[in-house]
């Protein structure tokens, strides 16, 4: 079955670079959630959507920025990256999570790493 | 503040015997109780879900056991195997449309043979 999809993988960037996380959430799934994992930390969440329209929001600093296309894919772009933005994040996906008890479904994730 | 919180931040069991992962919350709002089981450089899975509804609900090895006077539960995998090995994570989400998930810190659960 198809999951949700991360990429890239693994990121190593710069301080004060900018870098643009992707998620391709599962066929006909409506919803796409934004966590960030510090290391020994738990999941925070940053930001969702719903059909496109930015749905719920957490603790997503200023510099960072996330949209969700036609198609439901969704991107988290960040600039001005700082060594503290290191971090995994995950994307998860879900089908009316919030009207029918279901799961949301996550990533692999992608590790982010500011050099 | 943290409103899911997973008090033990490691479980060491043999395999074979009954594994118990608690998690209380202090936000009565939850309706909806996740636990995730996550290994090292993979997203967090899905195990199992309880809805505040329910005091219980079983699948397979896993059983989750809510007690909302408490705002407490508990996950029991039995018998515990080596494959159980993971970080499992607690969750809960806000009743009245917000969608998000609200995470404890984890335990880590190790499964000796």
């Known amino acids: 079955a198809a999951g949700v999809i991360q990429s890239p993988r693994h990121l190593i960037k710069e301080k004060r670079e900018t870098a643009t996380l992707k998620c391709y959430p599962i066929?006909?799934?409506?919803?796409v959630y934004w966590y960030q994992q510090g290391p020994g930390q738990d999941p925070q969440f940053l930001i969702s959507?719903?059909?496109?329209?930015?749905?719920d929001k957490g603790s997503i600093p200023d510099r960072f920025s996330a949209q969700q296309f036609s198609d439901y894919h969704s991107e988290l772009n960040m600039s001005s990256l700082e060594l503290g933005d290191s971090a995994l994040y995950f994307c998860?996906?879900?089908?009316?999570?919030?009207?029918?008890?279901?799961?949301?479904?996550f990533g692999q994730g992608t590790r982010l790493t500011v050099v | 503040d943290q409103q899911v919180k997973q008090n033990s931040p490691s479980l060491s069991v043999q395999e074979g015997r009954i594994s118990i992962l608690n998690c209380d919350y202090t936000?009565?709002?939850?309706?909806?109780f996740l636990w995730y089981k996550k290994y090292p450089a993979e997203g967090p899975t899905f195990l199992i879900s309880?809805?505040?509804?329910?005091d219980k609900n079983e699948d397979g090895r896993f059983t989750v056991f809510l007690n909302k006077s408490a705002k407490h539960l508990s996950l029991h995998i039995v018998p515990s195997q080596p494959g159980d090995s993971a970080v499992y994570f607690c969750?809960?989400?806000?009743?009245?449309?917000?969608?998000?998930?609200?995470f404890g810190k984890g335990t880590k659960l190790t499964v000796n043979p």
């Open positions: 998860a996906s879900s089908s009316l999570f919030w009207i029918a008890n279901t799961e949301a479904f």
């Open positions: 066929p006909r799934h409506d919803t």
């Open positions: 959507f719903y059909e496109k329209m930015q749905s």
């Open positions: 936000n009565s709002m939850f309706d909806y």
């Open positions: 309880i809805s505040s509804i329910k």
């Open positions: 969750a809960a989400r806000v009743q009245g449309g917000s969608e998000k998930l609200v």
